[in-house]
């Protein structure tokens, strides 16, 4: 059984920079994709960022590019994602999840059966 678990989420004021990270135990996800969505109150969780784990190709939403990076370290199966220049637009709840690959990219949350309990990031002066 797949288990995901993030932290690194909290509250940064506009511009600021955070961290998360998105833990995974359970399986070797050589054959695994691990995203990241969000979501905010009264709307649908959003994709945010997919990493495939044993060629790390990866891809963003449009609203994550330029400004959020996403790696890998395999000893310690864990994932990062780095987010800069934070926009209070970026306020949610950010959660991590896996699907064995299927095809690139896969962006939608309905393809992921394994998700983490989130983290909350919030962007506010």
């Known amino acids: 059984q797949v288990q995901l678990v993030e932290s690194g989420g909290g509250l940064v004021q506009p511009g600021g920079s955070l961290r998360l990270s998105c833990a995974g135990s359970g399986r070797t996800f050589d054959r695994y994709v691990i995203a990241w969505f969000r979501q905010s109150p009264g709307k649908d969780r959003e994709f945010v960022e997919v990493i495939h784990w044993s060629v790390a190709n990866t891809d963003y939403a449009d609203s994550a590019n330029g400004r959020f990076t996403v790696s890998r370290d395999n000893a310690k199966s864990t994932m990062y994602l780095q987010m800069n220049s934070l926009k209070p637009d970026d306020t949610a709840a950010y959660y991590c999840?896996?699907?064995?690959?299927?095809?690139?990219?896969?962006?939608?949350?309905?393809?992921?059966?394994?998700w983490g309990q989130g983290t909350q990031v919030t962007v506010s002066t």
């Open positions: 999840a896996a699907a064995v690959s299927r095809g690139w990219p896969q962006r939608s949350r309905y393809e992921y059966p394994y």
